[in-house]
């Protein structure tokens, strides 16, 4: 998942995304190709 899906599908905003992510409450990122990344549906369902 994109980050703007992350967004509507959690309630979170990109601040509190990245935040709880660098607090290890969040799941973490994943390279999806070059320049890009995102999260697992899986683990944005199970947080």
Same mark, same amino acid.
């Given at each position: 998942? *994109?980050?703007?899906?992350?967004? *509507?599908?959690?309630g @979170?905003?990109?601040?509190?995304?990245y935040? *709880?992510?660098?607090?290890?409450?969040?799941?973490a @990122?994943?390279?999806?190709? *070059?320049?890009s990344s995102?999260?697992?549906?899986?683990?944005?369902?199970?947080?």
């Amino acid at each position: 998942m *994109r980050r703007d899906e992350v967004q *509507r599908e959690t309630g @979170l905003c990109r601040s509190t995304i990245y935040k *709880r992510m660098k607090e290890g409450t969040f799941p973490a @990122l994943l390279k999806i190709g *070059r320049g890009s990344s995102g999260w697992r549906v899986a683990d944005v369902e199970a947080f």
